[in-house]
């Protein structure tokens, strides 16, 4: 069980467009979402905790409104990466937490690469 | 300010038994977790601790001591599958996982 995916696993596009990636949880609910960023051979950086049906909460100095993220339902939310430049290519990795438990269940990431 | 520390990186040999380290210093305390996490791909889940004490799940175990800020990780009988970064993180008040920086463990035969 607490099984999170994520889809896509790997995209490239060009710089200026945007891209958006999803994460589900499947066997369960999950209250709150967290998008977490990674470069490489650097630790898990928070970028935003999203609870289902309220705005997402951003960490400080991540833009909200390059980062889109909803949380429309108990199973689904989405990261939405607008006008994508090189220096937002990274590791994107979700993760979900049912409400009333403090594990947080991974997603195996989303590799971006903005040419 | 919180903080988690935890060595960068460590070394150990097949077969043996390496403990990695993590302090914590954080607004509040609601559970230590322990992921393992191989390189290009997601952290797993290892352990989580919320009170002082050891926990032993198969080859590894966690120990937590709230006192001093305190946890480790053990890895007993080695195998080069377990090479990989050991991330320690820390849930505060606000129920927020605070990340170490992950120990790259290498393993060598």
């Known amino acids: 069980g607490a099984v999170v995916s994520q889809h896509p696993s790997w995209v490239i596009c060009k710089s200026g467009t945007s891209v958006k990636i999803e994460c589900r949880s499947l066997d369960f609910q999950a209250t709150t979402m967290f998008w977490y960023r990674q470069f490489p051979k650097q630790s898990l950086m928070l970028m935003a905790t999203s609870n289902e049906g309220s705005k997402a909460t951003y960490e400080q100095g991540v833009e909200k409104d390059k980062f889109l993220i909803n949380h429309a339902s108990l199973t689904l939310s989405t990261l939405t990466v607008t006008s994508a430049h090189p220096e937002d290519s990274s590791f994107y990795i979700c993760?979900?937490?049912?409400?009333?438990?403090?594990?947080?269940?991974f997603g195996p990431g989303t590799r971006l690469t903005v040419l | 300010g919180q903080n988690i520390d935890q060595p960068t990186e460590m070394t150990a040999t097949e077969g043996a038994i390496v403990q990695i380290n993590c302090t914590y210093q954080?607004?509040?305390?609601?559970?230590l977790f322990w992921y393992q996490q191989h390189a290009g791909e997601a952290p797993t889940f290892l352990s989580y601790?919320?009170l002082d004490g050891l926990e032993e799940k198969g080859r590894f175990s966690s120990f937590l001591s709230r006192s001093k800020g305190y946890s480790y990780l053990l890895l007993k009988e080695l195998q080069m599958k377990d090479s990989a970064s050991y991330l320690c993180a820390v849930m505060d008040s606000n129920y927020q996982l605070i990340w170490g920086a992950g120990t790259k463990l290498i393993i060598k035969p």
């Open positions: 601790n919320v």
């Open positions: 993760s979900a937490r049912a409400g009333g438990y403090n594990e947080q269940f």
């Open positions: 954080t607004s509040g305390f609601n559970g």
